[in-house]
């Protein structure tokens, strides 16, 4: 239950590894800093402007764009083709795909993110996966510790399942959408080709396929 191919195309990362078969796909999260200090090696394939600041234990693979004001501190992987805008902050033990937008005032830390998916403004991605075309719309965070900061448990509506975890946000589905200044709560997964309203607070399993719809009501009364 909760496999990592039940939201994830494994073929969209070149870091699979990461993800056993048998095991929830959060469990991830707890690997990527052992992974990195085993795999990485810090190489800079691209060119990089005034105003950027690189940490010791980082690898850009070819083809990438940096705008001036980027911060990498490291470890972390970014893949080929990628763009990373002003105000990208990459932290620790964060994994990046090809093709992926970083952008601009969005906080990264560590997290999975596969290829073609886009994170473009003033976003919190920490402690999470995003699968393959996953998009978080502008303003959208994604929490990664609770109120009472005890360990995260997913609640799927009939089951609660601890993880074990004291930081974990969310694992977005390949091809899902959070609409712009959604929080998307600790614990939380979002299947496949979902889509969450701009708007909404979500906590627990959406599934595959699914649209969360959060609707406001709303009322325009004369000035006086």
């Known amino acids: 239950m909760f496999y990592a191919t039940d939201y994830l195309d494994l073929s969209h990362t070149q870091h699979s590894i990461l993800f056993p078969a048998v095991e929830p796909v959060w469990t991830a999260l707890s690997r990527i800093e052992s992974y990195l200090e085993f795999r990485l ?9 005034q105003g950027v600041f690189i940490g ?22 970014i893949g080929k083709n990628c763009t990373l805008r002003t105000g990208c902050y990459i932290r620790e033990n964060v994994i990046v795909g090809n093709a992926c937008v970083l952008g601009n005032s969005c906080e990264f830390k560590n997290c999975v993110i596969f290829d073609n998916a886009e994170v473009p403004h003033y976003n919190y991605v920490g402690d999470a996966i995003l699968g393959y075309k996953a998009h978080l719309g502008a303003g959208v965070v994604l929490s990664n510790v609770r109120l009472d ?12 399942h601890p993880t074990g975890l004291r ?7 390949d091809h899902a959408e959070i609409g712009c200044n959604s929080v ?3 614990g939380s997964l979002i ?3 979902s889509i969450v309203y701009p708007l909404s607070s979500f906590s627990g399993v959406l599934p595959e396929d699914s649209i969360l719809k959060t609707r406001q009501e709303q009322q325009v ?4």
């Open 41 to 49: 090696q810090r190489e800079i394939r691209t060119p990089l402007p």
């Open 56 to 77: 010791e234990d980082v690898f850009i693979d070819e083809g990438t764009s940096i705008e001036p004001g980027v911060v990498i501190k490291g470890p972390a992987w």
């Open 149 to 160: 900061r005890n360990n995260v448990v997913v609640h799927d509506g009939k089951k609660s």
């Open 167 to 173: 930081k974990f946000s969310a694992v977005i589905g």
């Open 184 to 186: 998307i709560n600790p």
């Open 191 to 193: 299947g496949r080709r």
């Open 221 to 224: 009364a004369k000035r006086h």
